[in-house]
């Protein structure tokens, strides 16, 4: 079979020849790459593939891949010949996407062969055709260029300067050679580094703007789009260029944020540059009073853009990806990266008289747009913020108490409690938010937390669908009734108010008997979303009062271990992991002599559940273990054969790092952002190869993270008992402080190391030689990491660790134990 006849195999509809042809394919690829490099650019070329449009479609992409795994051939000749069909092919090409695609052969080959002269000449000369299509197919590649091989292209500066800027401003040119013209000069303005080679390109601002306008007014986003992801590039690496238009920017970029009438795909983009601007050029941004005074009400205008959805009270989470949220989403993140970026001292005084206004407006909202805002900007104004909730809090609350409020302005308000007690439960002086405000938060919780509105759904539900009482009937019941969602919000705010490092006992104590009854109807009468959140706050409540909860053990204990037994299915996933961590909790508040008794019935429900290696109910079965561990003790010895080896195994986890083409398989999410298998897609500039992706399963280090600390916390509660793992422990812990994809592991390591050291000690008698076996094959191996390691924080965490492991090491000796190095065995510094 000719591989003209391969390749076209490739496209079949009939599964049997497609496969057949995929294995032939990989074959000649690997022993004939030149002569498919061949057949593949006559089926590119219009000149020698006049009449199939689906092989010329197809065959760029597979020769572009192919160029780029296998190199080009050695054969000057061959190459020269190549280049010059490839651009013929350009012009003569008709069909605009299949130019593309020979854009891409084009950039690909001249990234990999620098002695291609004629190539620059020729795609300026293209520029000036008559044809706008020719004109956007050679700007493209110089696009690409720019991107793959900028750095030699430094030397034709001005020429190429004159050419983008001649385009972008040009009244005549056609808006997609402006479009594509701006895309080139971004791609080529990244890579210059001195303000001189700079300075000429922030004249060209005011004529992108207007084309932006333009094209805008035209109802062309897409084009639109364009030219903003290639602004938002310049702003990000290059914000100097904005010094002398800054206000002329950030308005234009604000009025297209506003533009209801706009995608809400291209007000975010218009949204992401101006945030650009105010993260990378802050004292720009700061500096402009007029433009920080239009961008606030501007942010809370968008927190105010919601629907009045009936359904919304029936939900326990908001629809993924619901247009509807889409710009209400877009200005909350807005206003955290902004109070972030400029400061509480700035943001504070601009935002307050506006939320002000909108929290006495008669729209619900405007009034969960003041209410989600307050909570939104408490972590980035900090002090500021808090110094002013004397006045605020007391009108926050009210919007609790009043049961005629809106519930998603209830809801608002509870979000925002649960920020200030999050965020503000460590203070740089004086008194914090639990200290502060405890007597006025907890007693506005409690009935929130208290009321019967399940009972009643079940109750109508029952009436409902006997026909004995119309939907709108059953809905006027819950006219004044709390809704679900707002109790399970109710139990997230209690959560975060009563945090162990930030709440102290008494704050808790005069009200614990109404707050744990509340706490217990909500886990006795709702359903499983709002389960999650009470049996959380239960924990957390147990953690504060310690052991004042012995006085409702016999209470909770059986609820949650009943919730651990009867909760199945993987959407109950999260209940019974939260119901471990409750119980381990509880465990640790009430102390050994309460919980030892329900402690090994306890190990055996959870020994018991199936959770695989992985996923967030296997990292709190094993979290509520170590927990369980601490109060027993060596009393836990005896479940060690179960536990240890599956954190090993965590421990032990190797994660995936790929890295492929940026157009390959690329899912449709944000650049850092987690898809649901755990993988994170970073887009990374590789130089001679142009951007790729790193793909990381952040999963797997995750998991080998919390492995690592519940090795550590073993060691420690434990020591002596845990001897027996010492051995098989060192194997997989000594190998991870070389791991360079995470710095915590590498700590993580360390700090484990010397625990081990310890329970070696600890479990040995004085004539055994382990102490000082665990010694020589910890020490060296954690002095070497120490010396080579690069990160502040890790270092700290090793230097911690070495000097345990000597303390360690002479307490030992002190009582007798033979144990030490040699000074000669140490690397030297």
């Known amino acids: 079979m000719l591989h003209t006849d391969v390749i076209r195999a490739l496209l079949s509809n009939d599964n049997a020849v497609r496969h057949q042809a995929e294995s032939t394919y990989t074959q000649i690829k690997a022993r004939q790459p030149v002569e498919l490099a061949t057949a593949l650019l006559t089926l590119t070329s219009v000149q020698t593939n006049p009449s199939d449009v689906e092989t010329r479609t197809f065959a760029p992409v597979l020769l572009r891949r192919l160029v780029e795994t296998e190199g080009l051939p050695n054969d000057a000749a061959y190459r020269a010949q190549m280049k010059a069909q490839l651009l013929a092919t350009l012009v003569q090409e008709?069909?605009?996407?299949?130019?593309?695609?020979?854009?891409?052969?084009?950039?690909?080959?001249?990234?990999?062969?620098?002695?291609?002269?004629?190539?620059?000449?020729?795609?300026?000369?293209?520029?000036?055709?008559?044809?706008?299509?020719?004109?956007?197919?050679?700007?493209?590649?110089?696009?690409?260029?720019?991107?793959?091989?900028?750095?030699?292209?430094?030397?034709?500066?001005?020429?190429?300067?004159?050419?983008?800027?001649?385009?972008?401003?040009?009244?005549?040119?056609?808006?997609?050679?402006?479009?594509?013209?701006?895309?080139?000069?971004?791609?080529?303005?990244?890579?210059?580094?001195?303000?001189?080679?700079?300075?000429?390109?922030?004249?060209?601002?005011?004529?992108?703007?207007?084309?932006?306008?333009?094209?805008?007014?035209?109802?062309?986003?897409?084009?639109?789009?364009?030219?903003?992801?290639?602004?938002?590039?310049?702003?990000?690496?290059?914000?100097?260029?904005?010094?002398?238009?800054?206000?002329?920017?950030?308005?234009?970029?604000?009025?297209?944020?506003?533009?209801?009438?706009?995608?809400?795909?291209?007000?975010?983009?218009?949204?992401?540059?101006?945030?650009?601007?105010?993260?990378?050029?802050?004292?720009?941004?700061?500096?402009?009073?007029?433009?920080?005074?239009?961008?606030?009400?501007?942010?809370?205008?968008?927190?105010?853009?919601?629907?009045?959805?009936?359904?919304?009270?029936?939900q326990f989470d908001d629809i993924k990806h619901d247009e509807a949220?889409?710009?209400?989403?877009?200005?909350?993140?807005?206003?955290?990266?902004?109070?972030?970026?400029?400061?509480?001292?700035?943001?504070?005084?601009?935002?307050?008289?506006?939320?002000?206004?909108?929290?006495?407006?008669?729209?619900?909202?405007?009034?969960?747009?003041?209410?989600?805002?307050?909570?939104?900007?408490?972590?980035?104004?900090?002090?500021?913020?808090?110094?002013?909730?004397?006045?605020?809090?007391?009108?926050?609350?009210?919007?609790?108490?009043?049961?005629?409020?809106?519930?998603?302005?209830?809801?608002?308000?509870?979000?925002?409690?649960?920020?200030?007690?999050?965020?503000?439960?460590?203070?740089?002086?004086?008194?914090?938010?639990?200290?502060?405000?405890?007597?006025?938060?907890?007693?506005?919780?409690?009935?929130?937390?208290?009321?019967?509105?399940?009972?009643?759904?079940?109750?109508?539900?029952?009436?409902?669908?006997?026909?004995?009482?119309?939907?709108?009937?059953?809905?006027?019941?819950?006219?004044?009734?709390?809704?679900?969602?707002?109790?399970?919000?109710?139990?997230?705010?209690?959560?975060?108010?009563?945090?162990?490092?930030?709440?102290?006992?008494?704050?808790?104590?005069?009200?614990?008997?109404p707050i744990l009854s509340a706490l217990f109807r909500t886990l006795q009468t709702s359903p499983r979303q709002v389960q999650e959140q009470a049996i959380t706050a239960v924990a957390c409540v147990a953690k504060v009062v310690g052991d004042a909860f012995v006085l409702h053990y016999s209470v909770f204990m059986p609820v949650a271990a009943q919730l651990l037994m009867q909760s199945k299915g993987k959407s109950y996933a999260l209940l019974r992991g939260k119901a471990m961590e409750c119980v381990a909790l509880i465990g640790q508040a009430v102390g050994k002599d309460a919980f030892y008794t329900d402690a090994k019935a306890v190990m055996d429900i959870l020994l018991c559940h199936d959770t695989g290696d992985s996923g967030v109910e296997m990292q709190y079965l094993t979290q509520a273990c170590v927990r369980i561990a601490s109060v027993l003790q060596e009393d836990f010895a005896t479940y060690l054969p179960l536990i240890v080896p599956k954190l090993l195994h965590q421990a032990a986890t190797k994660p995936d790092v790929v890295l492929v083409d940026w157009n390959e398989a690329t899912n449709e999410k944000n650049d850092g952002e987690n898809d649901d298998d755990g993988i994170q897609e970073i887009a990374v500039d590789v130089p001679g190869q142009g951007k790729k992706k790193l793909q990381i399963q952040t999963s797997a280090l995750q998991d080998k993270e919390l492995g690592l600390n519940m090795i550590y916390q073993l060691a420690l509660d434990l020591r002596g008992s845990f001897l027996p793992y010492v051995e098989p422990a060192l194997q997989v812990i000594v190998p991870l402080l070389q791991f360079e994809y995470l710095d915590t592991v590498r700590m993580l390591s360390g700090l484990s190391l010397a625990k081990l050291l310890d329970a070696a000690i600890a479990g040995s008698d004085v004539s055994s030689a382990t102490p000082q076996h665990v010694l020589e094959l910890i020490f060296e191996p954690l002095l070497t990491a120490l010396i080579e390691e690069t990160d502040l924080e890790c270092i700290v965490g090793l230097s911690e660790a070495v000097a345990s492991v000597l303390e360690a090491a002479r307490n030992a000796a002190d009582n007798g134990v033979r144990i030490g190095i040699p000074l000669s065995h140490l690397p030297t510094v």
């Open 325 to 513: 949220t889409d710009m209400c989403d877009a200005g909350a993140v807005a206003i955290d990266r902004v109070a972030h970026s400029v400061g509480g001292k700035v943001i504070v005084p601009l935002i307050l008289p506006f939320v002000a206004q909108y929290l006495e407006d008669v729209t619900w909202q405007r009034q969960h747009a003041a209410l989600y805002a307050l909570g939104l900007m408490a972590e980035g104004s900090k002090d500021h913020l808090f110094q002013a909730l004397d006045v605020w809090l007391p009108r926050i609350l009210a919007k609790l108490q009043d049961p005629n409020n809106h519930p998603r302005v209830r809801h608002a308000a509870l979000f925002c409690v649960g920020q200030f007690a999050r965020d503000f439960g460590v203070v740089e002086r004086g008194k914090n938010f639990q200290t502060k405000y405890h007597a006025y938060v907890l007693p506005t919780l409690v009935p929130l937390l208290s009321d019967v509105r399940y009972i009643l759904y079940i109750c109508l539900g029952f009436i409902y669908k006997r026909g004995f009482m119309s939907y709108s009937g059953v809905r006027a019941c819950f006219k004044h009734q709390p809704v679900l969602r707002n109790r399970g919000s109710a139990a997230s705010a209690m959560s975060n108010f009563c945090h162990p490092q930030h709440c102290r006992t008494q704050y808790v104590l005069s009200l614990l008997d």
């Open 94 to 314: 008709s069909q605009p996407s299949i130019r593309r695609k020979v854009s891409h052969v084009v950039a690909q080959i001249a990234r990999q062969d620098a002695s291609w002269p004629e190539l620059l000449p020729s795609m300026v000369h293209l520029t000036q055709s008559p044809d706008a299509s020719i004109q956007v197919t050679a700007l493209d590649v110089l696009a690409m260029l720019a991107e793959y091989t900028g750095a030699t292209l430094k030397v034709h500066h001005e020429q190429l300067t004159h050419l983008f800027t001649s385009f972008i401003s040009s009244s005549t040119a056609s808006k997609a050679s402006r479009v594509a013209a701006w895309k080139a000069l971004s791609a080529f303005v990244l890579h210059l580094e001195s303000n001189d080679a700079l300075q000429p390109f922030s004249q060209i601002l005011p004529p992108f703007l207007q084309l932006l306008e333009g094209l805008l007014h035209n109802g062309d986003e897409g084009a639109a789009r364009d030219l903003l992801t290639s602004f938002l590039a310049i702003t990000e690496v290059h914000p100097s260029l904005l010094l002398l238009h800054t206000d002329l920017v950030g308005n234009a970029m604000l009025s297209t944020t506003q533009a209801q009438s706009l995608s809400p795909e291209t007000r975010t983009l218009a949204l992401e540059c101006l945030l650009a601007l105010c993260e990378h050029a802050t004292q720009l941004f700061r500096s402009s009073k007029a433009l920080l005074e239009a961008v606030v009400p501007c942010l809370l205008a968008l927190l105010a853009e919601l629907e009045d959805v009936p359904a919304w009270v029936d």
